[in-house]
């Protein structure tokens, strides 16, 4: 028996006042972890807003985790769907601990409303450290750094075992060391046993790290190219998706920065 696509869009369009999206052909398989990649105005958002059920296609077909939009419940849809953007740091409680946020991922909630076992909350201090958190644990979320309310927003996201986990600019808005540190536990992420499908959305090659094997490059609503990371990420295609020509060079643990020319 085939197993279903855990992402697949098929001449997808989206239109507003102009069209922001245009023939999307996009497929992720089981096991995959992929990037998403564009300059500001490409359409990530938009395009992230119609995998989670948020807007609906003007035209073509959407279908997640073997559920086509338009013939499915999305609200149940969304539940397997785990969704991390630094937006949703002001929605959490600034006086609760680290590892009750995390539980709260469990319920779908913002604040804890339902009955928990000690063994609930066990489960979120033993992801924040399969994650790298464990300094974090007992720690009011007010005083946790940037990178550090990521990391829990993102074991908030897996405590609701999603079959597919997007990650959105993660790194937005954090100094070097942060990033790298985030990336680190985003890496241990991609290590653990059962981990969801993985979909990473980034405005820099230097936060691709090994393990996303597949990249997705979206120009002014329209997919540039796609396919394996090693053939992406090549000074021909970069310079021809970029405003001007670029040169890669390698970084740190198999990862590339660009610069221009």
């Not at 090693?230 to 001007?244: A, C, N, T």
Request: with cysteine; glycine share 8%; aromatic share 8%.
């Amino acid at each position: 028996m085939a197993i279903e696509p855990v992402l697949k869009l098929e001449n997808v369009s989206f239109e507003r006042e102009h069209k922001i999206l245009d023939n999307i052909n996009w497929q992720i398989n089981s096991g995959e972890n992929w990037v998403l990649m564009g300059l500001n105005g490409a359409g990530k958002t938009t395009l992230l807003s119609l995998i989670y059920g948020n807007f609906w296609a003007t035209s073509g077909r959407i279908q997640v985790l073997g559920q086509t939009f338009g013939y499915t419940n999305v609200f149940e849809l969304k539940k397997r769907i785990g969704f991390v953007s630094t937006a949703m740091q002001k929605q959490l409680p600034e006086n609760h601990l680290a590892e009750y946020i995390v539980l709260s991922g469990k319920f779908g909630t913002i604040n804890i409303h339902n009955e928990f076992t000690d063994s609930d909350l066990r489960e979120s201090k033993q992801l924040l450290q399969q994650l790298g958190g464990e300094s974090i644990i007992n720690k009011p979320y007010r005083l946790l750094s940037q990178g550090q309310r990521q990391l829990v927003l993102i074991a908030r996201a897996l405590i609701g075992q999603p079959e597919l986990l997007i990650l959105d600019e993660p790194c937005n808005g954090l100094d070097v060391f942060a990033r790298e540190q985030l990336l680190q536990q985003i890496n241990q992420l991609t290590q653990l046993p059962h981990h969801p499908a993985l979909l990473f959305v980034s405005h820099y090659t230097e936060e691709i790290l090994p393990d996303f094997q597949h990249i997705l490059l979206l120009k002014s609503g329209k997919i540039f190219a796609q396919g394996k990371r090693d053939s992406i990420l090549s000074e021909k295609i970069l310079s021809s998706f970029y405003p001007q020509p670029v040169k890669l060079v390698p970084t740190v643990g198999n990862r590339f920065a660009v610069y221009p020319r």
